[in-house]
């Protein structure tokens, strides 16, 4: 018989108040079972009048204040996000049946903390992130290894290429998280988190 936590469900939803260790420990489990990308999060974004986009992007950090991931700043996310700072993530792990929706607003990350990060990419990443211009129309594949070509020579020094200031990350600061676990007959099972005044409040949800 499989053991319940004390809402009555799955004990992997565990007894937690604080839904970023939940997070942590949904998140490692995948780390283990997923092939590919176990960070990889579905990112929702609407811009100023409300058309909503969604793409494929990698968290990079997260902590109990902000999930980080990064971008560059010209592109339709970023875009969005300046327009609309409301965001939402979802995380899908196919191997565990689990998903992860988190909601909440997002902030640009300080110049210190995307250098930081941009020093420990690939070469090759760092040089498209010169390369590329992100979402903008591109005539030909020709065109963009013409760009990456001009940027090689131009930083041929593969220990010394500065960020460009046009690339750098967002933090999603979370005011909603929902656990789910796939269940049979679509019987799902959900918790949700919901912070006000800097407290998390919890509870279940209908499948």
Known sequence: MNQKNSLGLDICFKDLDNPIDLFTEWFEKAKKTEINDPNALSLATSDNKGVPSARMVLLKNFNEQEFTFYTNLNSKKSEDLKQNPNASMCFY????????????????????????????????????????????????RKELFKSIEKFKKKFSDKNNITRPNYWSGWSLKPLEIEFWLQVDDRLHERLKYKKKNEIWNKFLLNP
């Open 93 to 140: 792990w196919k191997s565990l049946k689990r998903q992860i929706r988190i909601s909440g607003t997002v902030t640009k990350i300080s110049d210190e903390i995307a250098d930081e990060y941009y020093s420990s990419r690939s070469y090759g990443s760092k040089i498209g992130a010169w390369a590329s211009n992100q979402s903008a129309v591109l005539n030909n």
